[in-house]
């Protein structure tokens, strides 16, 4: 992987779907969100400039990553010679799951859009005139200690009383908030939209700095190794080539729904990786599986997907053109909703 053009998902990993090979090249049919399903070389796959570095390459993980995947490589190489299904070890199974995960353009793509809907959710909320002016009385009454403090202080300085001050805060009370009110316009609103430009142009290389200083402490995190603690591991081999991969690669099942990247108090019941066309990867807290649908872990595969899926024919990937990333976020639709009436409640 080392250079400029660094692969999301590693291409060990691709050559498992491949359609077709020609001496060292590997091709694969990869099908996008709203576009005609493609073959292509899979150097072209999930491939993005500079990914793992900034800084002209002062801050980097690519060495390292590569590194890692020349250890990872041959264990996969070995599985997909298997011609039958069966119990495989756990511990390389389960580093190369959770380094598969966190390594992931649909990780950080998948954060950046959960901040993004609630800088854009928030801004829209607060540019109104109405909402800021109940957010900004709300929070004065709310620490109204601190607001009387500050105003008896000034009222002092100029040489009140108590008495006087006792009688002259409700009226400078009233004031500052009318005062509030008419200064609260459609220039304050304009301002907030600024704002928000502002914040999203910056969110892109937050994400990308905060996601390869994650990286940089880690690539395989002992707490993330724990989730799979006591998991069994098993090799699913399928009679035709029929499975894919998308973007997001291992799938967690918890208790409340299939998720790409599992919270570290989950109680996670199986992990699933597809590492080739007839080849899966189970783990399961109890016994692991002996057979399963390729149809439902397709359409699991695609729907956690945020961009693509990569399989061995035209017609196994274009089954899911529809199905992309109906479900490729970090968080639910109804989680970042619920997450921001609580945050507006707060206000």
């Not at 729907?303 to 089954?319: C, D, I, L, N, Q």
């Amino acid at each position: 992987m080392a250079g400029s053009r660094q692969h999301v998902l590693p291409q060990f990993l691709l050559r498992g779907f491949a359609s077709r090979t020609s001496a060292k090249e590997a091709y694969s049919w990869v099908q996008r969100k709203r576009v005609v399903a493609f073959e292509t070389n899979i150097t072209n796959i999930g491939v993005t400039k500079h990914f793992y570095d900034q800084n002209g390459g002062e801050t980097s993980v690519d060495q390292e990553i590569t590194a890692l995947e020349n250890r990872f490589a041959p264990l996969l190489w070995q599985l997909r010679e298997e011609q039958l299904s069966r119990g495989i070890p756990g511990s390389p199974i389960s580093e190369f799951v959770v380094h598969l995960t966190l390594r992931t353009k649909h990780l950080r793509d998948s954060l950046s859009e959960a901040v993004a809907y609630g800088i854009r959710s928030l801004t829209d909320f607060m540019s109104r005139p109405e909402n800021l002016r109940s957010i900004l009385r709300r929070s004065i009454l709310r620490n109204s200690r601190v607001f009387r403090e500050s105003v008896v202080g000034q009222l002092k300085q100029q040489g009140l009383t108590r008495a006087q001050i006792n009688t002259a805060f409700p009226y400078m009370r009233d004031l500052i908030l009318s005062q509030l009110d008419t200064s609260i316009d459609d220039g304050t609103t304009a301002a907030m939209a600024h704002f928000r430009n502002i914040a999203l142009e910056a969110l892109s290389q937050s994400a990308k700095s905060g996601h390869i200083r994650a990286l940089m402490k880690g690539l395989i995190p002992e707490s993330r190794l724990a989730l799979f603690d006591g998991f069994q591991w098993r090799l699913i081999v399928f009679d035709e080539p029929s499975l894919v991969v998308g973007d997001a690669g291992p799938i967690t099942n918890t208790e409340m729904r299939f998720k790409t990247v599992p919270d570290e108090d989950d109680h996670i019941l199986g992990v699933c990786l597809p590492i080739g066309a007839r080849h899966l990867i189970v783990g399961c807290s109890s016994t692991p599986l002996d057979n399963a649908d390729p149809g439902t872990l397709n359409l699991v595969q695609a729907t956690r997907a945020r961009e693509f899926v990569v399989g061995p024919t035209k017609e196994v990937v274009e089954k899911y053109a529809t199905e992309i990333g109906k479900e490729g976020f970090f968080l639910s639709q109804e989680q970042l909703e619920r997450l921001l009436e609580e945050v507006l409640r707060g206000l």
